[in-house]
């Protein structure tokens, strides 16, 4: 019986050994099995308590001036000086504030020149500070920087549109979705084009379990098909990591690998399923008849049954400090629908909702606690994760959009 001890990105491997932690603290199981290393938290957590996200600062105004309204946030980024980088994708450009809120500066704007912008969807920032554009209207990955004037343009073919964000890592390299012009039919996102911080294309990967089929409901008739994604059931979910290798699972178990050059690192948490209440699943039935009936009036339920407890987890992150943050399933609740179109087919009387809940790892598979976000905070947007901080998108009734830096709080107060 061994100890293992993990560094935040530099693991000490060894041939074969478990091992159990719980001196006031977690209860964890380690186990080496060949090139990977499991840690496995059967309870507790460093933190000892759940924690909450308070806002400490808010940039973006209902009524201001233009460079604090937002019409729509696709991106946000930060910067090693924290500075904050927010995206508009509906005015077609990336505006910097300091880390007080600060204006700055503004990036782009709607064209199709150097520099300028068409259709762009997604924003991240490389280490020396250049900001990357994912730009499918100009067939481009628009750079900005290093200096204030400074711009370059790399080509981006086959260019196409989708929601995936863009990674990049330490290194400097930028991960961009893309297409194998090979297999026709396959999805955008099932591999990613990498450059090289100079813009080089280099290799192109395939995200892990890129081939895994998750359970659908198709309908087919006279040359027309959809498909719709069984409601609850896993999927393959992954993210890229600062270090520049992949964090992934299928959400079937708690099981979450991190890749490594000499391994693997597997993290595994012993949680308690969340139900799917009976008349959740038959929102999310009736939901599905009344997407497939848009094409095929009366069609009606007769596929797989949707399952009585949800995945453990239905999302991955990455801080900038390489943390991992998971995105865990949580009991709904039936609300009334204040918005409820009588008109609108897919517009229902009531919601089921579920709260936002996060797991946070130590990148060396430590469980730290539980995150629980305010009401208004926004996980799509990706959030930026830093320490005790938390960069994300906030919206209020009226749908104004804000980007809103947290400080991580136990519940507890302590």
Not at 51 to 77: H, N, Q, R
Not at 145 to 151: Q, R, T
């Amino acid at each position: 019986m061994r100890k293992v001890w993990l560094a935040a990105l530099s693991v000490t491997w060894v041939a074969c050994g478990t091992g159990r932690e719980v001196a006031g603290g977690p209860e964890v199981v380690t186990d080496t099995i060949g090139n990977t290393i499991v840690v496995r938290t059967v309870s507790g957590s460093q933190w000892g308590a759940d924690a909450t996200l308070v806002p400490e600062l808010s940039i973006g105004e209902m009524d201001g001036p233009d460079e604090y309204l937002f019409g729509s946030i696709a991106s946000v980024a930060v910067d090693d000086d924290r500075n904050v980088y927010v995206f508009d994708q509906q005015a077609q450009n990336v505006r910097i504030y300091d880390p007080e809120g600060g204006y700055m500066r503004t990036l782009g704007g709607p064209g199709q020149g150097p520099g300028e912008l068409q259709q762009p969807e997604a924003m991240a920032v490389l280490p020396d500070g250049r900001v990357v554009v994912r730009d499918p209207g100009n067939t481009r990955l628009q750079v900005y920087g290093p200096g204030e004037e400074s711009s370059e343009q790399w080509p981006y073919i086959p260019a196409f549109y989708s929601n995936y964000r863009l990674w990049t890592d330490n290194q400097g390299r930028t991960y961009v979705a893309a297409r194998d012009l090979s297999r026709p039919g396959v999805s955008f996102g099932d591999l990613l084009a990498v450059f090289d911080s100079d813009g080089t294309p280099g290799d192109t990967v395939a995200p892990p379990y890129a081939e895994f089929e998750a359970e659908t409901v198709t309908e087919e008739r006279d040359g027309a098909r959809v498909t719709y994604g069984v409601p609850f059931a896993p999927s393959a979910i992954w993210a890229v990591h600062p270090s520049g290798h992949f964090v992934s699972g299928i959400s079937s178990d708690y099981r979450i690998d991190l890749e490594l050059p000499e391994g693997v690192l597997r993290i595994e948490r012993a949680v308690e399923p969340v139900r799917v209440f009976p008349r959740e699943a038959d929102h999310e039935r009736a939901r599905t008849e009344r997407g497939i009936g848009m094409t095929f009036p009366g069609w009606t339920w007769d596929r797989p049954s949707i399952p009585d407890t949800k995945p453990p987890f239905t999302g991955l992150y990455t801080g900038r400090d390489g943390r991992i943050w998971v995105r865990v399933s949580t009991e709904a609740q039936e609300v009334e629908n204040e918005d409820h179109d009588p008109d609108n087919p897919f517009s229902t009387p009531v919601e089921w909702r579920s709260p936002l809940r996060f797991d946070v790892f130590e990148a060396n598979g430590a469980y730290l606690g539980a995150v629980n976000p305010p009401e208004d905070f926004y996980a799509n947007p990706s959030p930026v994760f830093e320490g005790d901080y938390v960069w994300a998108v906030s919206g209020d009734d009226l749908g104004i959009q804000s980007v809103v830096r947290y400080r991580i709080t136990l519940e507890s107060g302590t």
